[in-house]
């Protein structure tokens, strides 16, 4: 059961609204899955079962995509606890199918006007690879991303994604570089291999559905436990300004 704090006004000043923002492909998009059961609706359900974000979920929860509610998992508020709780929270996945980091790029200032996200998760990247575009121009389009989320005062999580090694090893490798190097340029948050677990896995052919692209719902709590402890990191920081 999920219960709901009645927080005093003390309180809620210490509380800070999180909006997160998904800017992905069909990795993000559930493509191929039933809607609740990709790592995006996982990752709304984990915020709301975490009382604080230093702990992880204790059970699982209806998926409420876009619900905004302080909440928290039996748990009595007192002066110990309630700044810890998890505050009010969005998460708006707008993810396409299909989507190349150029996509991406023209899409995200429009997002963060409509949406004034406090965090954006960028996970492009794997449709220009797969159609052999020019590595730099998708370091560009990354570069541009993240600065333009930079500018609207959001943290910002990047998710890298790897090629199989037909591609070419020497395209196989910048291109696996793109991440690292953009987070590094810009001090964003990075996750390497949103895959890995999936990917790497010796039970790897069971965990992506037919095509050998797309990773069955089996995959996606992995994505998750990849993409968390960044998160989770930023979560954490912003949580520590607002208790000040």
Same mark, same amino acid.
């Given at each position: *059961?999920?219960?709901?704090? =009645?927080?005093?006004?003390?309180? =809620?000043?210490?509380?800070?609204?999180?909006?997160?923002?998904?800017?992905?492909?069909?990795?993000?998009?559930?493509?191929?899955?039933?809607?609740?059961?990709?790592?995006?609706?996982? #990752?709304?359900?984990?915020?709301?079962?975490?009382?604080? /974000?230093?702990?992880?979920?204790?059970?699982?929860?209806?998926? !409420? +995509?876009?619900?905004?509610?302080?909440?928290?998992?039996?748990?009595?508020? +007192?002066?110990?606890?309630?700044?810890?709780?998890?505050?009010?929270?969005?998460? &708006?996945?707008?993810?396409? $199918?299909?989507? !190349?980091?150029?996509?991406?790029?023209?899409?995200?200032?429009?997002?963060?006007?409509?949406?004034?996200?406090?965090?954006?998760?960028?996970?492009?990247?794997?449709?220009?690879?797969?159609?052999?575009?020019?590595?730099?121009?998708?370091?560009?389009?990354?570069?541009? *991303?993240?600065?333009?989320?930079?500018? $609207?005062?959001?943290?910002? #999580?990047?998710?890298? &994604?790897?090629?199989?090694?037909?591609?070419?090893?020497?395209?196989?490798?910048?291109?696996?570089? !793109?991440?690292?190097?953009?987070?590094? =340029?810009?001090?964003?948050?990075?996750?390497?291999? *949103?895959?890995?677990?999936?990917?790497?896995?010796?039970? =790897?052919?069971?965990?992506?559905?037919?095509?050998?692209?797309?990773?069955?719902?089996?995959?996606?709590?992995?994505?998750?436990?990849?993409? /968390?402890?960044?998160?989770?990191?930023?979560?954490?920081?912003? !949580?520590?300004?607002?208790?000040?």
């Amino acid at each position: *059961m999920v219960a709901t704090p =009645a927080f005093s006004k003390a309180t =809620a000043s210490k509380t800070q609204p999180v909006r997160i923002l998904v800017v992905g492909d069909s990795l993000s998009a559930e493509y191929g899955l039933k809607r609740g059961s990709g790592w995006v609706a996982l #990752l709304e359900n984990r915020l709301a079962e975490s009382i604080n /974000w230093n702990e992880k979920p204790k059970k699982k929860i209806k998926n !409420t +995509t876009n619900n905004i509610a302080p909440q928290a998992v039996n748990t009595t508020v +007192t002066v110990e606890n309630s700044i810890k709780i998890t505050p009010d929270f969005t998460v &708006i996945n707008a993810s396409i $199918s299909g989507d !190349t980091t150029s996509g991406g790029r023209s899409r995200l200032a429009p997002l963060i006007d409509l949406h004034h996200p406090t965090h954006i998760i960028i996970e492009l990247g794997a449709n220009d690879a797969l159609r052999g575009l020019p590595v730099a121009k998708t370091e560009e389009n990354l570069t541009a *991303m993240v600065q333009t989320a930079l500018k $609207s005062k959001a943290k910002v #999580l990047l998710v890298g &994604i790897q090629i199989p090694p037909n591609y070419g090893s020497v395209f196989a490798k910048q291109f696996t570089e !793109t991440y690292p190097k953009v987070a590094k =340029a810009n001090k964003v948050g990075l996750v390497p291999f *949103m895959l890995a677990g999936v990917a790497d896995s010796a039970d =790897a052919a069971k965990l992506f559905q037919a095509d050998r692209i797309h990773p069955t719902e089996a995959a996606h709590p992995i994505i998750l436990n990849n993409i /968390w402890p960044e998160l989770q990191k930023q979560l954490k920081t912003q !949580t520590a300004k607002a208790n000040k």
